[in-house]
């Protein structure tokens, strides 16, 4: 099983950015994929969870208004858009398949920067 993420990426406050996991070793639409970010010098925040059969999303409160989650069935590969960035957002983001509600494989993150 491998999570393979984009690499990293620089924006401007009020842009967005998009992120990609691709999966593989394993069937795509099998597994929910959860969404994780770490800010510098903090601990892991999940921003949601992400069923690839369906389509479906959960997201964390917090994230409601800013977020959308979507994936590329035939290439396997999943997206977390994050619009109206902020200083605050910049942070490593990582992807991680969710087995009996815990993530078992990451991808090896994904560093997004917000500055000006």
């Known amino acids: 099983v491998q999570l393979v993420q984009s690499g990293a990426e620089l924006r401007n406050p009020g842009a967005s950015v998009k992120v990609s996991c691709k999966a593989s070793?394993?069937?795509?639409?099998?597994?929910?994929l959860d969404w994780v970010r770490q800010a510098p010098g903090q601990g892991l925040e999940w921003m949601g969870r992400?069923?690839?059969?369906?389509?479906?999303?959960k997201l964390a409160q917090k994230f409601q208004d800013r977020v959308t989650f979507t994936a590329d069935t035939s290439t396997s590969t999943a997206y977390v858009e994050l619009r109206g960035l902020r200083s605050e957002d910049t942070a490593v983001y990582y992807c991680?398949?969710?087995?009996?509600?815990?993530?078992?494989?990451w991808g090896q993150g994904t560093q997004v920067t917000v500055s000006s």
């Open positions: 992400f069923d690839p059969e369906d389509g479906s999303t």
């Open positions: 991680a398949r969710n087995y009996r509600g815990r993530g078992d494989y």
């Open positions: 070793g394993y069937t795509f639409t099998s597994f929910y």
